[in-house]
């Protein structure tokens, strides 16, 4: 009799554990490492576009789960040190990596930057995940060379590497006439109100990304 019970269990908890790996198989993580643009900086909780692509997925019905892993103040390097933990801790199927801004306001090396961003989209792609860039742009007062050569980085890394781009994560955004007034105060974070636009951006190459077996 308890016997029989035991070994009941352990086939009950052997068919629990094989539940649990296929539900994780069918909805893939798709883990976005950013800076304050996809950190929500200023604007509530639940306005950025990562709150809204987790909203998107499930008005599509898609099963997917979204991690944002995006810190204020980021920069390339910095991700790139915390990418191989977090590839570990969520073993993501898509890559979202939306950093660089960073290193261009504080005048990092764009060499150096172009690295990191290689190295963090071969890490994510040798854990087994598809990755995507969102490419940025700097204003035209870094000057008009800087700006052109920060901003081929990221058609050159994804083309290099195989990865997925967006080529301009703002969009619409920051190229629209009268564009500050989907700005805040400090002229270099989003409002709320861009927010959608932005996921706008982003999503007919996560689709993509989603629907790859």
């Known amino acids: ?21 296929a539900a994780q198989a069918a909805e893939p993580t798709i883990l976005v490492v950013g800076d304050s643009l996809s ?3 200023g604007i509530a909780r639940g306005t950025g576009w990562v709150a809204l692509l987790e909203k998107k997925l499930a008005a599509e019905k898609i099963a997917a789960k979204v991690v ?17 933990a977090l590839l570990k801790t969520h073993q993501p199927a898509i890559v979202v990596i939306e950093l660089g801004s960073n290193d261009a306001l504080r005048g990092l090396s764009l060499d150096m930057t172009a690295a990191n961003l290689t190295a963090m989209t071969q890490a994510a792609q040798k854990a087994g995940a598809r990755v ?9 007062n870094y000057g008009a060379d800087y700006g ?3 901003f081929a980085l990221y058609p050159q890394v994804a083309k290099a590497q195989g990865a997925a781009l967006v080529p ?7 190229d629209r006439d ?6 805040q105060k400090d002229r270099i974070h989003p409002t709320a109100a861009a927010h959608p636009l932005i996921l706008g ?6 689709q993509k990304l989603l629907q790859k077996k």
Request: charge should be positive; hydrophobic fraction near 50%; proline fraction near 6%.
């Open 68 to 84: 944002n892993a995006s810190i204020s103040g980021d920069t390339t390097a910095g991700g790139r040190s915390r990418l191989p």
């Open 168 to 174: 301009f994560f703002l969009k619409g955004v920051a």
């Open 1 to 21: 009799m308890y016997r029989r019970h035991f070994i009941r269990s352990v086939l009950s908890a052997a068919a629990l554990a094989a539940t649990a790996q």
């Open 39 to 41: 950190a929500e900086y």
């Open 148 to 150: 052109k050569r920060f």
């Open 178 to 183: 009268n564009a500050l007034e989907l700005f």
């Open 132 to 140: 995507l860039l969102a490419g940025m742009q700097m204003p035209p």
């Open 201 to 206: 951006n982003m999503w007919p190459e996560l």
